[in-house]
């Protein structure tokens, strides 16, 4: 493994690191092998809602679209750094736990870039009724349900619900298991 990843050798990110609790069985993709990396939170509150917030229309990349909190990775951070600076940059909050993976892809939304993006299922501290959404990049946000997922397919090509699936997904690894 090459310098800077810190992540995804023999567990060494599992427990807590940086202050985050990581579930074990947890492997963080070494973000220092070249590719354009993507963390996606999906975070979940204490009654299992998932958190989703509005891109703005002025957004280059599904503009106007429900989306996860998630972004690039920077260059020298690890994925779970790259996903504790999203979580506070987009909503104010603070990473406390990763509590599953979810899903991994690689997609290119038309620029020839391939990003490697992988959502993680997690926990955040904070005022979870108040999100400090980034100004100019997202207009409004929702806890959404069983009930609301629906919402979530507007503004976009029946072909690509990936923030209902992925949303669908969190919602199903939160629930309480019998």
């Known amino acids: 493994m090459s310098g800077g990843s810190g992540t995804g050798a023999g567990g060494a990110d599992h427990g807590t690191t940086h202050g985050v609790a990581v579930a074990p069985g947890i492997?963080?993709?070494?973000t220092s092998d070249g590719r354009t990396h993507v963390a996606g939170a999906v975070i979940v509150d204490d009654r299992g809602r998932i958190f989703a917030q509005r891109r703005s229309a002025t957004r280059k990349v599904f503009p106007h679209c429900w989306d996860i909190v998630g972004g690039h990775v920077e260059e020298g951070e690890t994925m779970l750094d790259g996903l504790a600076r999203e979580v506070e940059e987009e909503t104010g909050w603070r990473l406390s736990g990763v509590l599953a993976e979810l899903y991994e892809l690689d997609?290119?939304?038309g620029d020839g870039v391939t990003r490697h993006e992988v959502d993680y299922l997690v926990r955040?501290?904070?005022d979870l009724s108040a999100p400090?959404?980034?100004p100019g990049k997202h207009t409004e946000y929702?806890?959404?349900d069983e009930s609301l997922?629906?919402?979530l397919r507007d503004e976009r090509d029946p072909g690509?619900?990936?923030i209902t699936d992925i949303v669908q997904r969190g919602l199903d690894a939160a629930r309480p298991r019998d």
């Open 27 to 30: 492997d963080f993709p070494d």
């Open 107 to 109: 997609w290119d939304p």
């Open 124 to 126: 955040v501290e904070g």
């Open 132 to 134: 400090r959404l980034e």
């Open 142 to 144: 929702m806890w959404v």
């Open 149 to 151: 997922v629906h919402r």
């Open 160 to 162: 690509d619900y990936f």
